[in-house]
C-alpha cells in the first residue's frame, strides 16, 4: 500500500471512519479542529451522523446516548473543553457505556494557550470525574502510531464497555508525516446483550436492560464497585502497552511518552556516540501503566530521568512503580514550551 502525506489531526479523523465510526459529536477548539471540519464533510458523504454540538457538554452526552444504542459514537476536543466532559465520563465508567474521546492537548492551566504541552496527563489517567473509575488511555508517538491507535480505542471501549481516549498534543495533531492506512484485526468482542436496542422482532421477548450511573439503596454500588475493580485488573493484565528503545545494558533510562519520547530517542542516539549508554521506557498506554516493565529497568539503571511537557506528571507513576532506591531526576517543559534534544542531552551530562 501507498502512504499519504497527511496532518495528524486528519489521520486521526480518517482512522476513526475506518474503525466503524457511526456518529460524531463535538464543539469546536484549537488545536484539534481539523478532526471536526474533516467529519462535517465525510460523515454525511457517508451518511452517518454528524452534529455540532452547542456545547463540550451536550457532545459528550450525545455519545452517552448513541453508544448505549450500540452506536459507534466518538467526540474529540482538546484540554479545557475535556474538563467539562469529566462528570459524563465517569457515569459513562459507572454505567459501563462504551465510547471514544479524542484529546488533542494544549497548553494550560485554565484556558491557557492553543500551544502544545502534556500538561492533561493527570486529567486523562487520574480522571476529573467522581468516583473509583479508570479512563483507557493510549498516547501515540508518531501520526502513524496515532492512526493504529485510533483503531486500538474503539477496539479497547467496546471490548471493555468502558470510555477510552486517545491523547495526543498539538505538535501531533498540527505536524504532517506520510501514513498508511491499514485495516486493524482484533479478537471479536462478546455479544452486546446490553445496548438498548428497544423491543426484540416479532413475538421475540427478553427481560428489560438499563444504563444507569445512579445506584440508592442497598448494596448495588458496593457490588457495582467490586465488578469494576475486576474488570480494570483484567485490563491492567491484558492491555499493558510500551516501547522499550537501546535498554539493553542502559544505566540512564530516560521515560516519556507522546511526541516527547520521539525527541528523547534522538537525544539517546546523540549520547549514544558520546558513549553514555541511555535507553528509553515509553508508557504507550498511560492506563493501565506499565508498572512492572519501569520497576524491572530500575534494578538495572543507575539513574531515570523522566521528560514531559509538564510539571512532571507521569514521573508521579514512574516513582510509584519501583520499588528499588534509585536516582530520579526530572527534565520539565511548561506552558507550552517545547522540550529539545540538546535540553536532553545536556541534562544527562548534567546528572553525570
Known sequence: ???????????????AIDAGLQCYFAYPITPQNEIG???????PRLNKTYINAESELAAINMVIGACAAGIKAMTSSSSCAIALMQEAISAMATAEIPGVIIS???SGPGLGNITPSQGDYFQATKGGGNGDYHTI??????????????????HLAWKYKNPAMLLADGILGQMMEPVEFKHYEFEKTSSADWELTGVGKGDAKRPPRKLVSLHMGGDDLIVLNGKLQNKYKEIQDNETLCE???????????????????IAKSA????????????LVRPITLWPFPDKI???????????????????????????????????EILSKLGGEFVKTGDIVNKVMEII
Open 137 to 154: 488511555v493510549l498516547a501515540p508517538s508518531t501520526i502513524e502510531e496515532a492512526v493504529q491507535y485510533t483503531h486500538k480505542v474503539f
Open 244 to 262: 522499550e528503545f537501546m535498554m539493553d545494558e542502559a544505566e540512564i533510562m530516560i521515560t516519556a511518552f507522546g511526541t516527547v519520547a520521539r
Open 1 to 15: 500500500m501507498t502512504k499519504t502525506l497527511i496532518k495528524g489531526n486528519l489521520a486521526i479523523a480518517k482512522a
Open 37 to 43: 471540519e474533516f467529519m462535517s464533510g465525510e460523515m
Open 294 to 328: 519501569i520497576n524491572k529497568y530500575s534494578k538495572q539503571v543507575k539513574t531515570i530521568l523522566d521528560v514531559e511537557m509538564n510539571e512532571g506528571q507521569m514521573a508521579l507513576d514512574v516513582k510509584a512503580a519501583i520499588d528499588t532506591p534509585v536516582k530520579f
Open 104 to 106: 488533542v492537548m494544549r
Open 268 to 279: 539517546i542516539l546523540e549520547l549514544r556516540e558520546k558513549g553514555i549508554k541511555a535507553g
